[in-house]
T-cell receptor, first 113, second 111 residues
Framework: DAGVIQSPRHEVTEMGQEVTLRCKPISGHNSLFWYRQTMMRGLELLIYFNNNVPIDDSGMPEDRFSAKMPNASFSTLKIQPSEPRDSAVYFC???????????FGDGTRLSIL | GNSVTQMEGPVTLSEEAFLTINCTYTATGYPSLFWYVQYPGEGLQLLLKATKADDKGSNKGFEATYRKETTSFHLEKGSVQVSDSAVYFCALETNAGKSTFGDGTTLTVKP
């Protein structure tokens, strides 16, 4: 079975540019999560969706961040404009139902210069 | 709210040593409990889980028992290997569908 697929794996761009991260969850999984991981702050939940609807976006740092899930098989996380402090590894995860383990993608390593 | 507190790292052990990483939690209701492992350059992956009190999760020689009376889910392994070097995360999830993760514990096993 294909796992959670994230793209790109690496992204290097200059500050002020728009960045779009993509995620394809496991087929049949109803919940999707976006996380950010840094050495300083560890693993942070940014937003999660249930049946394509955003349920909790309280972790989204500021208005520069936005996330969408137009259908059950695709989600994007967008940063516009990007800043150096956004540099991190961004993970997408999905799960079939509450109280079940999450399945993580391999992450996107984002560097903003 | 829900919270997970796990043993601060880093932890450094010699090969074949006994491993314990402590994890305690606070949650309303009856959460499911998990240990995830993260190898360098990869995402988190499930190591083991337990869904109710007194359940023991086990995988690859690792074990953890869901202790409701002490609200704990400590990870143990009798004999660690160099290949076990990774970051370990304790987590819980309730019916609300949102996981709460600990801060992670970095384990380094030396030959």
């Amino acid at each position: 079975d294909a796992g959670v697929i994230q793209s790109p794996r690496h992204e290097v761009t200059e500050m002020g540019q728009e960045v779009t991260l993509r995620c394809k969850p496991i087929s049949g999984h109803n919940s999707l999560f976006w996380y950010r991981q840094t050495m300083m702050r560890g693993l942070e939940l940014l937003i999660y969706f249930n049946n394509n609807v955003p349920i909790d976006d309280s972790g989204m740092p500021e208005d520069r961040f936005s996330a969408k899930m137009p259908n059950a098989s695709f989600s994007t996380l967008k940063i516009q404009p990007s800043e150096p402090r956004d540099s991190a590894v961004y993970f997408c995860a999905s799960t079939p139902s509450p109280k079940e383990p999450q399945h993580f993608g391999d992450g996107t390593r984002l560097s903003i210069l | 709210g829900n919270s997970v507190t796990q043993m601060e790292g880093p932890v450094t052990l010699s090969e074949e040593a006994f491993l314990t990483i402590n994890c305690t939690y606070t949650a309303t209701g009856y959460p499911s409990l998990f240990w995830y492992v993260q190898y360098p350059g990869e995402g988190l992956q499930l190591l083991l889980k337990a869904t109710k009190a007194d359940d023991k999760g086990s995988n690859k020689g690792f074990e953890a028992t869901y202790r409701k009376e002490t609200t704990s889910f400590h990870l143990e392994k009798g004999s660690v290997q160099v290949s076990d070097s990774a970051v370990y995360f304790c987590a819980l999830e309730t019916n609300a569908g949102k996981s709460t993760f600990g801060d992670g514990t970095t384990l380094t096993v030396k030959p």
